[in-house]
């Protein structure tokens, strides 16, 4: 089965410090990627998505991903962090064909004043 | 405001019960989701309609049920054949196929079964 990897559960990380956060999926001819934000006790909100074309994206809030197929990653970076930047994070894919999202387990980012 | 809505916030059914979960979308949006989420294991796909009177299920359908009579509601009913159904239950909508449209997410309904 498809599936997406999330490498670190939590990542804690001083405030305007950069961070990286990590997620790699199943190698495939075909993925459409995702990363999602969800702050505490709501629902999700799209940060960014690669479909095709530039493999740097960038999304909202001064996060931007790089999709890298020779590695199967797709990592999300932002590079000054602020406290309001506090939630867990998930990274999704979808791979070939009208098929749902698979979602990685999620890493919530804490931000350390 | 165009959105999701799910009712209610919080939910305490005994067990054995079945319980509905609302999902209400005023955004025109085709496609509909329920995700179940449990700590540290990400969102599980439940079920999802790409239109109305028809679903399709995802990896964990077992002890769930849902109906699609309308394009802006989805329900999801939690049977008591679900052996552990307390959770936190997301529903989505997207414009069309779940595989390259944004899903749009409603807050969440955080059901304990008692």
């Known amino acids: 089965a498809q599936s997406v990897t999330q490498l670190d559960s939590q990542v804690p990380v001083f405030e305007e410090a950069p961070v990286e956060l990590r997620c790699n999926y199943s190698?495939?001819?075909?993925?459409?990627l995702f990363w999602y934000v969800q702050y505490p006790n709501q629902g999700l909100q799209l940060l960014l998505k690669?479909?095709?074309?530039?493999?740097l994206v960038k999304g909202i809030n001064g996060f931007e991903a790089e999709f890298n197929k020779s590695q199967t990653s797709f990592h999300l970076r932002k590079p000054s962090v602020h406290i309001s930047d506090t939630a867990e994070y998930f990274c999704?894919?979808?791979?070939?064909?009208?098929?749902?999202?698979?979602f990685g387990k999620g890493t919530r980012l804490s931000v350390i004043a | 405001d165009g959105g999701i809505t799910q009712s209610p916030k919080y939910l305490f059914r005994k067990e054995g019960q079945n319980v509905t979960l609302s999902c209400e979308q005023n955004?025109?949006?085709?496609?509909m989701y329920w995700y179940r989420q449990d700590p540290g294991q990400g969102l599980r796909l439940i079920y999802y309609?790409?239109?109305?009177?028809?679903?399709q299920k995802g990896d964990i359908a077992e002890g769930y049920s849902v109906s699609r009579e309308k394009k802006e509601s989805f329900p999801l009913t939690v049977t008591s054949a679900q052996k552990n159904p307390t959770a936190f239950y997301l529903c989505?909508?997207?414009?069309?196929?779940?595989?390259?449209?944004?899903?749009?997410f409603g807050p969440g309904t955080r059901l304990t079964v008692l």
């Open positions: 989505a909508s997207s414009m069309a196929g779940p595989s390259t449209d944004t899903q749009y």
């Open positions: 999704a894919a979808s791979y070939q064909g009208n098929t749902p999202l698979v």
């Open positions: 955004l025109n949006h085709d496609a």
């Open positions: 690669y479909l095709s074309g530039s493999t």
């Open positions: 190698s495939s001819v075909s993925v459409y």
């Open positions: 309609s790409q239109i109305v009177n028809d679903f």
